[in-house]
């Protein structure tokens, strides 16, 4: 079997996901024989949107590496692709020496004991969107529940748990074609292709994260900070740049995805009472409304990887040196894997919800932290009865990688 090309199904533009993830298009290529060829730029990828594919791209890291090229659609030279390169984009052994690092703080084991502390703030902050009669979702509740949980966790002042929501803005912009601050901002002086997300406020964020190790080597405590720069004295464990690279992902993925999955979670409840009335009348299904607002949200909408040698996939040859993108908005809505996958169902039990990725040693890190954060601020609402009402129109965010929210109003009823 050959490979198809499909021109009306550029899932690239960001400006598409303004209107949301173009559904048609993924489902298009999904019926195509094979795997898709898209275009993109002077080359192309191979489009892998079928769950069972994504599974074995995602369960195959020797093929199809994390290391070679970049993890996001766009390559980069040499000097950039070395200077941006975090736990992402590494391939076992280095994979495996940096993940050892922080893996064990996001154990379930561990994850737990941030349950009281997750569930504080979660109390706090639908007290006060119900005291305000309701606003911004994303603002009041989605946004500011993950970035603080993460910064506790880091050991972060909460404080600059604003301007780090802020700079996380900025990177997602840099996800797309448009970016509101110029090169110069936060005093930057570095060459925007050498910074994640090509952004300035990833400069801010490495200055940020090592004013922050300053701090924990004349004061240790007891956080994910100290522990970080004790492996980095701890000579070979981990290097200058790779601490200010898995700083700045642990700020940054410990936070938007989650506000996105929030985000969407609010809206799907808002648009289907019914399955929410489902959530009040029986609690047990709180974890599985927790993995359905997953699958619904998807909030990192692909993953790349570059093939390491002449393989073959779905009947595709693909050759050494190809782009191969997993498209996990698609592979949750695949309805092999799904029945009515466009269907919002908090009892669903069939599929794998691939929203963390498809398996294998990139699978998120951060998946029980979010699914403890995600779960609490359900159980939280359900314990107050509280049924959300959308009041304005949502407001997208023009990126093909993530699947953000900016804002949308919602008002908080409480259901007899
Ligand atoms: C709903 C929330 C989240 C979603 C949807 C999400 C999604 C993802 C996805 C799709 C990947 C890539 C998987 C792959 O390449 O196979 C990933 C990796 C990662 N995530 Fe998350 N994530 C979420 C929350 C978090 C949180 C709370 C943290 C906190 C630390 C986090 C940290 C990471 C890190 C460090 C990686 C890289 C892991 C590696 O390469 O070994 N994520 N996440």
């Known amino acids: 079997m050959g490979s198809t090309t499909i021109d009306d199904t550029n899932v ?23 795997l898709t060829w898209h275009p993109y730029g002077d080359d192309g990828f191979w489009a892998v949107t079928r769950h069972a594919d994504v599974r ?3 369960r195959n890291p020797e093929v199809f590496s994390s290391a070679i090229g970049h993890t996001n659609l766009w390559d980069l030279e040499a000097d ?16 495996t020496r940096l993940r050892r690092l922080v893996a064990g703080a ?14 504080e703030i979660a109390v706090e902050l639908l007290d006060e969107f ?37 700079l ?29 997300f090509g952004s300035p406020a990833s400069h801010a964020l490495f200055e940020y994260g090592e004013e922050m190790q300053r701090q924990r080597r004349e004061e240790p405590r007891d956080d994910l900070v100290t522990h970080l720069v004790e492996a980095e004295a701890d000579e070979g464990r981990l290097s200058p740049n790779e601490y200010r690279n898995l700083f700045h992902v642990l700020v940054f993925a410990g936070n938007e995805t989650t506000r996105t999955a929030l985000s969407h979670g609010a809206l799907a409840f808002a ?16 974890d599985s409304a927790t993995e359905e607002v997953l699958r619904w949200a998807t909030p990192v909408l692909h993953m790349r990887r570059t093939a390491s040698c002449d393989t073959e996939l779905a009947g595709t040859e693909i050759a050494s040196g190809d782009k191969v993108v997993m498209w996990y908005a698609s592979a949750n809505r695949d309805d092999a894997a799904f029945a009515d996958p466009f269907r919002f169902d908090v ?10 990725g498809g398996g294998g040693p990139h699978y998120c890190l951060g998946a029980f932290l979010a699914r403890l954060e995600i779960s609490v601020l359900l159980e939280e609402m359900a314990v107050r009865s509280i049924r959300l009402e959308q009041t304005t129109e949502v407001v997208r965010a023009p990126s093909n990688f993530v699947h953000g929210v900016l804002s949308v109003g919602m008002v908080p009823e409480v259901v007899r």
Not at 16 to 34: C, I, K, N, S
């Open 12 to 34: 690239t533009d960001p400006r598409l996901y303004l209107d949301g993830v173009p559904h048609e298009r993924f489902a298009r290529m999904r019926r195509a024989p094979g």
């Open 56 to 58: 074995e791209v995602s």
């Open 80 to 95: 950039a692709l070395e200077a941006r390169r975090s736990l992402i984009d590494t391939d076992a052994p280095d994979h």
């Open 106 to 119: 996001f154990t379930p084991k561990n994850v737990r004991k941030w349950e009281v502390a997750v569930r």
């Open 130 to 166: 119900v005291e305000l009669g309701g606003g911004d979702w994303v603002d009041l509740v989605a946004a500011p529940l993950p970035i603080r949980v993460i910064l506790s966790m880091l050991g972060v002042p909460v404080e600059d748990a604003d301007y780090l929501v802020e």
């Open 168 to 196: 996380s803005n900025y990177l997602v912009e840099g996800t797309g074609d448009t970016q509101s601050i110029p090169p110069d901002a936060f005093g930057n002086t570095t060459e925007l292709r050498l910074l994640p």
């Open 271 to 286: 648009e289907n009472p019914e399955q929410w009335q489902a959530v009040l009348d029986d609690r047990s299904l709180i």
């Open 347 to 356: 009892t669903r039990a069939d599929g794998e919800q691939f929203a963390f």
